[in-house]
């Protein structure tokens, strides 16, 4: 158990709805970050945030948002779905921001498999 | 911008043999580099880092090496068990910059081990 939480685990939806999936990262832990993994485009960094901030942002379709509230949890809004965003989405903490070179551990949830038909 | 190319599976063996998974990066700079597995069902875990170049990561009999001068971070096992079956990820985080901590993978290699 790595301590990162996530929900749900399993999502079914139709095409054109809008979904939010949750992740809470382990105690202490600053940084949140969400990657998508699909069969055709392998596991891609979307977005990161820091203490309630947007640090940086990778793939992210502009249908996609995300946010990390006060108490550090995180919550990615995926809208007007298609069939291609059919994937699993994982969410990973680490303890602080990547610094001077030197490179903190990522803990990754379970992921929320997100099904869209 | 930073890749990582991992050797294409899957990779089937039986158990006790020797395991390499060949995984090779573009960065600019010093990367740190990464092993993730992922077991069936499961979401990632970290199995081995190294930060600096000639470093050498190991873990649970697995082990790898940051060899600058090849750009090179392969996998290496000297007798697997049927429990390693499972997905490997090779990945970097770049140094600095906007890089921030996000992880580059590769695309994954697909290990069956058989009794």
């Known amino acids: 158990d790595s301590g990162v939480t996530q929900t749900p685990k399993h999502l079914i939806t139709a095409t054109g709805q809008r979904v939010t999936l949750r992740c809470s990262p382990r105690s202490g832990d600053l940084s949140v970050y969400w990657y998508q993994q699909s069969l055709d485009q392998g596991l891609q960094f979307l977005i990161q945030y820091y203490n309630g901030e947007e640090r940086a942002k990778g793939n992210i379709l502009e249908r996609f948002s995300a946010q990390q509230f006060p108490d550090l949890h995180s919550e990615l809004n995926l809208s007007s779905l298609e069939l291609g965003d059919s994937a699993l989405y994982f969410c990973?903490?680490?303890?602080?921001?990547?610094?001077?070179?030197?490179?903190?551990?990522?803990?990754f949830g379970p992921g929320t498999r997100l099904t869209v038909t | 911008g930073n890749s990582v190319t991992q050797m294409e599976g899957p990779v089937t063996l039986s158990e006790e043999a020797f395991l390499t998974i060949n995984c090779t990066y573009t960065a600019t700079g010093y990367p740190s580099l990464f092993w993730y597995v992922q077991y069936p069902g499961e979401g990632l875990q970290l199995l081995l880092k190294a930060t600096k170049a000639d470093d050498k990561g190991s873990n649970k009999g697995f082990e790898a090496t940051y060899r600058k001068e090849t750009t090179s971070f392969h996998l290496e096992k000297g007798s697997v068990q049927v429990s390693d079956s499972a997905v490997y990820f090779c990945a970097l985080i770049g140094a600095g910059g906007t890089s921030y901590g996000k992880l580059t993978f590769g695309q994954g290699t697909i290990l069956t081990v058989h009794p």
């Open positions: 990973a903490s680490s303890v602080d921001l990547v610094a001077g070179g030197s490179s903190y551990e990522q803990y």
